[in-house]
């Protein structure tokens, strides 16, 4: 399922097999789209988090 994510930009969408898929998109396990959606915000949560230390410490002396 990991596998799913690589070359992915978030935020990500959980999509069932046969919808059209995108960049934004992860196809959910079969019969497990609830879990895979959990999944799926766990990562845009951590995504964020991390853009938002990343900003941060891009951000010039003063600005944080």
Known sequence: FG???L???????V???????GEDTVEAITAAT??????TQ???QIAAYVNGLLD????PAGQN
Do not use: D, H, Y
Request: glycine share 6%; charged share 20%.
């Open 3 to 5: 596998a799913r994510f």
């Open 7 to 13: 070359g992915k930009q978030p935020p990500l969408t």
């Open 15 to 21: 999509i069932k097999a046969g919808e059209a898929a």
């Open 34 to 39: 609830v879990t895979s959606r959990a999944a």
């Open 42 to 44: 766990a990562v845009n």
């Open 56 to 59: 941060a410490a891009e951000a």
